[in-house]
């Protein structure tokens, strides 16, 4: 089993900046992509962003140029640097890892745009 915990979310206004992270603990041998997605009210969970053990990254369209996934394989924790905030970047953010089959979800962390 592998266990996500996230933090960083919270309340920032258009145009600003927000970092979440997310560490693992647990059977990570088998985990080789770790990402964010995300879900607003009323819609589907989609990804947001990507990247592998290797350092590859793939990116939402909506959201390429603003936000920048990393990755610390010593601390097992992955980042979203997000910035240039919209107000439709607002919702729920998950955490996700994966690898051979297996998918594993945190508990998801708010983050709201607002004026």
């Known amino acids: 089993q592998v266990q996500l915990v996230e933090s960083g979310g919270g309340l920032v206004q258009p145009g600003g900046s927000l970092k979440l992270s997310c560490t693992a603990s647990?059977?990570?041998?088998?985990?080789?992509?770790m990402g964010w997605f995300r879900q607003a009210p009323g819609k589907q969970r989609e990804k947001v962003a990507v990247?592998?053990?290797?350092?590859?990254?793939t990116y939402a369209d909506s959201v390429k140029g603003r936000f920048t996934i990393s990755r610390d394989n010593t601390q097992n924790t992955v980042y979203l640097q997000m910035n240039s905030l919209k107000h439709e970047d607002t919702a729920l953010y998950y955490c996700?890892?994966?690898?051979?089959?297996?998918?594993?979800w945190g508990q998801g962390t708010q983050v709201t745009v607002t004026s």
């Open positions: 990247i592998s053990t290797g350092g590859s990254t």
């Open positions: 647990g059977r990570l041998f088998r985990i080789y992509f």
């Open positions: 996700n890892a994966a690898g051979e089959g297996n998918a594993y």
